[in-house]
């Protein structure tokens, strides 16, 4: 397995970007796909943006255009540019990876960084 740990998150007033950042260690080579994820209080994990180990991207309908994925297979990091940030995007975001070691199949995640959007 992997683990993930995520920094970067803060306050920050609508309309303005973070970056936030996602770090890998273990056993790298074995992660597939990689995403994030955000839960606001009271509402269930979402995903918001996924990318694959071929640098393909997905991204939820409520941060398309205004939300950039990428990932950095070098040196084992993930990476969320979020601008024009609205109050609706206030949530813990988490990290996560999945791949497969031998015959088993993981799905890790990291510790959560929030993200505070003001009006």
């Known amino acids: 397995q992997v683990q993930l740990v995520e920094s970067g998150g803060g306050l920050v007033q609508a309309g303005g970007s973070l970056r936030l950042s996602c770090g890998a260690s273990?056993?790298?080579?074995?992660?597939?796909?990689m995403g994030w994820y955000r839960q606001a209080p009271g509402q269930q994990r979402e995903l918001v943006a996924a990318?694959?180990?071929?640098?393909?991207?997905d991204y939820s309908d409520s941060v398309k255009g205004r939300f950039i994925i990428s990932r950095d297979n070098a040196q084992s990091m993930m990476y969320l540019q979020m601008n024009s940030l609205r109050p609706e995007d206030t949530a813990e975001y988490y990290c996560?990876?999945?791949?497969?070691?031998?015959?088993?199949?993981?799905?890790?995640w990291g510790q959560g960084t929030q993200v505070t959007v003001s009006s």
């Open positions: 996560n990876a999945d791949g497969a070691v031998g015959s088993g199949y993981y799905i890790s």
């Open positions: 273990g056993n790298i080579f074995s992660i597939d796909a």
């Open positions: 990318i694959t180990s071929g640098g393909s991207t």
